[in-house]
């Protein structure tokens, strides 16, 4: 049959909102993107989440719903000249009244500033509507003047529930599936192989299919790993893995192994993974799992992230190497993770509370008088250049969050806090 030759994914794309799965924040009822699409008038925005989660799929959708002619870039293979060859076009089609036409850029994170360049005089005059889909943060990837003009929506990895979903339409709808005979006995081996990712579920289990040629098909977790053992495909930057290989990167390094935090760099290297996507995920962990154990950390990881980017292969795999190797071998605290995250959670339940007196800025005489700065102790002034007093809101002056962790330099830290506070780190 004609149409098993094209993937499960590409043949199950919804084609309407109704029958697009996930994303309740963004197109359910009264959500924000669905209200946009409704009212027949969009602005650019772009499509932020990891692979398989519907960036792709939601930008067709939106064309089709609105009627819209739709073009369609992908950074890896594109360029200034078939930016320009689209707006050119859209130029044309203004003058026979047609409605301005849907770009689409798959990965627009990968595009060059020049490239990014070219697409900004369109965006702002309104020439196209931009859609761009990126897997990494658009504030370190996208020109600041196209970010602006552009809203950002978030795309979550798909949940348990969504993905049984998928799988349930594949086994009803799909025109080759439904013919089959398909029992699905465990799911716990498709769903985690998934990883939140609806193509890669569609993948797999159209691989388990394709290689049973019994009559009846029973899917099992111990089927679905040998199935996945046999054909495991190689680490592709752009592909199912990518986020497997940087997954176990990261965590041996935190792991403090720096023969397997070499080999999954290796295996990065070699797939032609970005330098500055490699060093980005090595500056994060070394304030996030490494952070006062050693913040010099820190320092080397930017240093690497600065020399990466203007190296370039083959030399900076050098510079990786070392890094990685560092961070690796180097004492781990995640105590500012946590310190930050506490005060964040705390923030959120207590809402604004007032800045206690005494440290207020105070720069009129009518502040002054309101007591602004009053009995303020300037520690400068006093014996170790400290002096004991409030700086938190009177409702959490006691809650602490920085636990200094068991590491020789917060050991140190610790010590000074306990001279200089006395019973509040004495816990």
């Known amino acids: 049959m004609q149409f098993a030759n094209q993937p499960l994914a590409e043949r199950l794309r919804p084609a309407t909102l109704d029958d697009y799965i996930g994303q ?6 009264g959500a924000v993107l669905r209200k946009m699409i409704e009212s027949g008038k969009i602005s650019s925005f772009l499509l932020w989440g990891p692979p398989g989660v519907g960036k792709t799929t939601l930008a067709k959708i939106i064309a089709n719903t609105l009627n819209r002619p ?11 000249k078939d930016i320009r060859d689209v707006i050119e076009k859209a130029q044309r089609n203004q003058f026979f009244n047609q409605p301005n036409p849907i770009l689409f850029i798959d990965e627009i994170h990968r595009f060059s500033k020049s490239q990014q360049d070219s697409l900004l005089g369109a965006v702002e005059q309104g020439i196209v509507t931009l859609i761009g889909a990126t897997t990494e943060n658009p504030s370190f990837e ?13 795309l979550k990895h798909l949940d348990k529930k969504d993905l049984l979903k998928i799988v349930e339409m594949a086994l009803t709808k799909d025109p080759y599936l439904k013919t089959r005979k398909i029992e699905i ?17 569609l993948n797999v289990l159209e691989l388990v299919v394709n290689a049973d040629e019994n009559e009846n098909t029973i899917i099992t977790n111990d089927i679905v790993i ?5 054909n495991m495909a190689i680490y592709d930057k752009n592909g199912e893995m990518h986020y497997d290989i940087i997954s176990a990167f990261i965590k041996s390094m935190r792991g403090s192994d720096p023969d397997a935090s070499v080999y999954w760099l290796a295996r990065m290297i070699d797939g032609g993974e970005d330098v500055k996507f490699i060093a980005r995920r090595m500056l994060i962990l070394a304030a996030e799992d490494i952070g006062l154990a050693n913040p010099n950390a820190l ?3 930017q240093s690497t992230f600065d020399a990466v980017h203007k190296i370039g292969y083959p030399e900076a795999r050098i510079i990786l190497s070392q890094c990685a190797i560092y961070l690796a071998t180097s004492a781990k605290s995640n105590s500012a993770y946590m310190a930050i995250d506490d005060a964040l959670a705390l923030v959120k339940s207590t809402g604004d509370l007032p800045v206690p007196l005494h440290i207020r800025n105070a720069p009129t005489k009518l502040m002054k008088e309101l007591g602004y700065g009053k009995d303020y102790k300037y520690a400068h002034s006093f ?12 409702e959490v002056k006691t809650h602490r969050f920085y636990t200094p962790q068991n590491n020789p330099l917060e050991i140190k830290i610790l010590e000074r806090l306990k001279s200089l506070w006395g019973k509040r780190y004495s816990k």
């Open 383 to 394: 014996e170790k250049n400290f002096a004991e007093q409030d700086f938190l809101p009177q």
């Open 299 to 301: 320092l080397l990881a």
């Open 70 to 80: 739709f073009h369609t870039l992908s950074a890896i293979n594109s360029g200034v």
């Open 24 to 29: 309740e924040h963004l197109i359910g009822e």
């Open 142 to 154: 996208v020109i600041s003047p196209l970010l602006s003009r552009c809203q950002v929506y978030v």
């Open 185 to 201: 006995r465990e799911d716990e081996a498709l769903l985690r192989f998934s990883g939140g990712d609806a193509r890669k579920l």
């Open 226 to 230: 040998d199935r996945l053992q046999n």
